[in-house]
């Protein structure tokens, strides 16, 4: 059987990722990222995936490990979240006092915090929220979470969809130890790769220029510090296009010319929502 790890417990939205992409998988919660990163390069039969990105609140905080563990990127997932206020069964809006929820979820429902004078709790994440609402069993608490942590922990959802805009999505990405990736067909194709500058100046502009004459669209460029300094960075990149393109590879030959580190994360179909 499929071993797929996630951060968080069940119940997360990463669980919830996690089941639409590999059903009959057997899924597996880690306590941090680190764990999910360590557990995947040791097990190369295993996959996992983690959140990247959210549309609204940004970056999730999981570069530098992308950078220090290089782990293959297969696919993206775009995850629709639905915050919904979860509760003891039974409860009225009416009767709570106290909220709690990861930090970011917290923020994306906070109108309605605000309209219900609700005092705000950061925990580590959404479903352990949910998890020590139902172990508390106390009417006058509830947690913000996914329709699958009100399943996995019995508890009432209150109010569906509370978050500020609607629309909101976390990109998730599975990755894994072994190398594999699609033929070059007539797909939308996503290149993923790092890369660390030398020290020159103007070395960015002069890295990109391959890009823009061979009409290859970036769609991601991001800078990041090194570990434990402020004066070397790299960056991250996502492009439109298989790395087998002509194009392409013309474009990331000129790059490797600036280069002090460059390396190629994956090379995975676009996610058909990319199309929307």
Same mark, same amino acid.
């Given at each position: 059987?499929?071993?797929?790890?996630?951060?968080?417990?069940? %119940?997360?939205?990463?669980?919830?990722?996690?089941?639409?992409?590999?059903?009959?998988?057997?899924?597996?919660?880690?306590?941090?990222?680190?764990?999910?990163?360590?557990?995947?390069?040791?097990?190369?039969?295993?996959?996992?995936?983690?959140?990247?990105?959210?549309?609204?609140?940004?970056?999730?905080?999981?570069?530098?490990?992308?950078?220090?563990?290089?782990?293959?990127?297969?696919?993206?997932?775009?995850?629709?979240?639905?915050?919904?206020?979860?509760?003891?069964?039974?409860?009225?809006?009416?009767?709570?006092?106290? $909220?709690?929820?990861?930090?970011?979820?917290?923020?994306?429902?906070?109108?309605?915090?605000?309209?219900?004078?609700?005092?705000?709790?950061?925990?580590?994440?959404?479903?352990?929220?949910?998890?020590?609402?139902?172990?508390?069993?106390?009417?006058?608490?509830?947690?913000? =979470?996914?329709?699958?942590?009100?399943?996995?922990?019995?508890?009432?959802?209150?109010?569906?969809?509370?978050?500020?805009?609607?629309?909101?999505?976390?990109?998730?990405? $599975?990755?894994?130890?072994?190398?594999?990736?699609?033929?070059?067909?007539?797909?939308?194709?996503?290149?993923?790769?790092?890369?660390?500058?030398?020290?020159?100046?103007?070395?960015?502009?002069?890295?990109?220029?391959?890009? =823009?004459?061979? %009409?290859?669209?970036?769609?991601?460029?991001?800078?990041?510090?090194?570990?434990?300094?402020?004066?070397?960075?790299?960056?991250?990149?996502?492009?439109?296009?298989?790395?087998?393109?002509?194009?392409?590879?013309?474009?990331?030959?000129?790059?490797?010319?600036?280069?002090?580190?460059?390396? $190629?994360?994956? $090379?995975?179909? =676009?996610?058909?929502?990319?199309?929307?």
């Amino acid at each position: 059987m499929k071993k797929i790890y996630f951060q968080g417990t069940f %119940g997360a939205y990463s669980h919830l990722a996690a089941l639409s992409i590999e059903p009959k998988a057997k899924i597996i919660p880690c306590k941090t990222f680190d764990e999910c990163f360590l557990k995947a390069t040791k097990d190369p039969s295993s996959k996992m995936i983690i959140p990247e990105s959210n549309r609204i609140t940004g970056n999730i905080g999981i570069e530098y490990l992308i950078f220090e563990y290089r782990l293959n990127i297969y696919s993206e997932y775009f995850q629709k979240i639905e915050h919904n206020l979860l509760g003891i069964p039974g409860t009225d809006i009416s009767e709570i006092k106290d $909220v709690y929820s990861h930090g970011q979820a917290l923020s994306q429902c906070s109108k309605f915090i605000k309209s219900h004078n609700l005092i705000e709790h950061v925990r580590a994440d959404t479903a352990g929220s949910a998890e020590m609402i139902s172990k508390n069993n106390d009417k006058q608490k509830a947690a913000i =979470a996914s329709s699958l942590s009100a399943k996995t922990y019995g508890l009432e959802i209150l109010k569906k969809n509370i978050e500020n805009e609607k629309g909101n999505l976390t990109r998730f990405l $599975v990755m894994g130890k072994n190398i594999s990736q699609p033929d070059f067909g007539k797909k939308n194709y996503i290149t993923s790769f790092l890369f660390k500058l030398k020290s020159k100046p103007a070395a960015l502009y002069q890295s990109l220029g391959g890009f =823009a004459i061979n %009409g290859v669209n970036l769609t991601k460029l991001q800078s990041y510090p090194e570990k434990n300094t402020f004066d070397s960075y790299f960056f991250l990149c996502d492009l439109d296009g298989h790395i087998e393109d002509t194009r392409v590879q013309k474009s990331l030959e000129e790059l490797g010319l600036h280069c002090q580190d460059f390396h $190629v994360l994956g $090379v995975f179909e =676009a996610d058909k929502i990319r199309e929307k």
